[in-house]
């Protein structure tokens, strides 16, 4: 059996209709660059998340680098972030000329320490940014109690979390300002680049209207610099066509995750964990394993495809080397990535490949010895 790591292609199908439909409303209005179609899923999305504002912009790291940029982040500024993430979060910071600081992981949830995060604050710092990862929230009640006891932003980067909750509230909406990426994959994908940030905060919103369409207040007349981070007007309408599945398509990847942990009870790997404070959509299903890079070979020789999120932290990487990190700097985060594996996981997955790649893993693992990462 082949089990590919993603599959866009089943929901793809499923909604075929009316996705060419929307291409069509799209050509024929020759609204390719915001526009009706942008602003409807703008509405939308705000409406689902139960924000009052949600800007759509041409992709996640956009959002995460106009929201520090609508914040006043710049030079010389700190915001402190992880080091388990996509480059994106970090380079954000980087591109508004302010520092990235890492603190270490919860070795549980692989989110922010939040523990750990008062220590790091130094009179330069502006914001924190923690990132939802692998679609669970990070601990955002004592950050964000932190947060205003040092006077700075809480940025969320819900590039991998969209439906998630913390404490009955959707992730992205907790924070001073949220950003979501919509790259095809994540959970809710356009059929291109696209991103939003969302926020309550109106002046925030306003400056962010602007920011993405070149500072313009009117045609021609723009009252600071901005960038081209628009979003176009088909991703706008295939998002509007897909957000309604959204929490379906959650639930199945629920469901899934579910299976999983069933299936691998018991065995030498250790599953992702619910926190009891919120609800995981499951962008990704990540398990720790010993000897994860043997196992990944096996499995590929099953015919399945895994992931690694992510091999190598953040502040070992040659783009952050003038920050200074060494090897040993973050514990936790440098010792989950050399054990980490992403299995396949997305809508339309099926329980019979679940079975397959469970039923793979326990016959790869068998003779390892029992998984230790518990006890870091
Ligand atoms: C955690 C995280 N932050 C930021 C981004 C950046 O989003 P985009 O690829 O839309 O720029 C991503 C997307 O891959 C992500 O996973």
């Known amino acids: 059996m082949k089990v590919p790591f993603v599959d866009l292609s089943v929901q793809h199908c499923e909604l075929e209709p009316e996705l060419k439909a929307a291409f069509a409303r799209v050509l024929e209005r020759g609204s390719f660059i915001l526009g009706p179609e942008v602003e409807r899923f703008e509405t939308a999305f705000a409406e689902y998340l139960d924000v009052a504002q949600a800007i759509a912009l041409h ?22 972030t992880v080091a388990n993430t996509f480059i994106a979060t970090a380079e954000a910071i980087s591109a508004v000329g302010a520092r990235p600081v890492f603190v270490d992981i919860d070795p549980v949830s692989y989110t922010m320490d939040v523990a750990r995060v008062e220590s790091a604050i130094t009179p330069k710092c502006r914001a924190i940014v923690p990132v939802h990862l692998y679609g669970q929230c990070a601990d955002l009640d004592p950050l964000l109690e932190i947060a205003r ?102 639930q199945e990847r629920r469901a899934l995750a579910e299976e999983y942990g069933r299936r691998l009870r018991g065995s030498n790997v250790v599953p992702p964990v619910e926190m009891p404070y919120g609800r995981h959509v499951y962008h990704l299903y990540v398990v720790q394993v010993d000897d994860r890079d043997r196992v990944r070979g096996e499995l590929a020789r099953h015919g399945i495809e895994t992931g690694l999120h992510y091999p190598l932290p953040l502040h070992l990487q040659e783009a952050y080397r003038s920050l200074g990190y060494r090897s040993g700097d973050l514990p936790v985060c440098e010792r989950v990535a050399q054990r980490l594996l992403s299995l396949p996981m997305y809508p339309g997955l099926g329980a019979e490949a679940v079975e397959y790649v469970a039923a793979a893993i326990l016959e790869v693992t068998e003779c390892l010895t029992p998984a230790t990462a518990r006890t870091i």
């Open 59 to 80: 992709s996640g790291t956009a959002a995460l680098q106009l929201a520090l940029q609508a914040l006043g982040v710049g030079p010389g500024d700190e915001v402190i």
């Open 149 to 250: 006891a040092h006077g700075l932003a809480v940025v969320e980067d819900a590039c991998q979390a969209h439906g998630a909750e913390y404490k009955g509230q959707k992730a992205g909406t907790v924070g001073d300002i949220g950003c979501f990426s919509f790259y095809p994959s994540k959970n809710l994908g356009a059929c291109g680049e696209g991103g939003a940030v969302v926020t309550r905060n109106a002046e925030l919103a306003r400056r962010i209207r602007l920011l993405r369409n070149h500072g313009s207040v009117s045609k021609y007349e723009h009252a600071f610099p901005g960038y081209n981070f628009r979003m176009e007007g088909i991703q706008g309408a295939i998002l509007s066509v897909k957000l309604p599945h959204l929490d379906l398509w959650n």
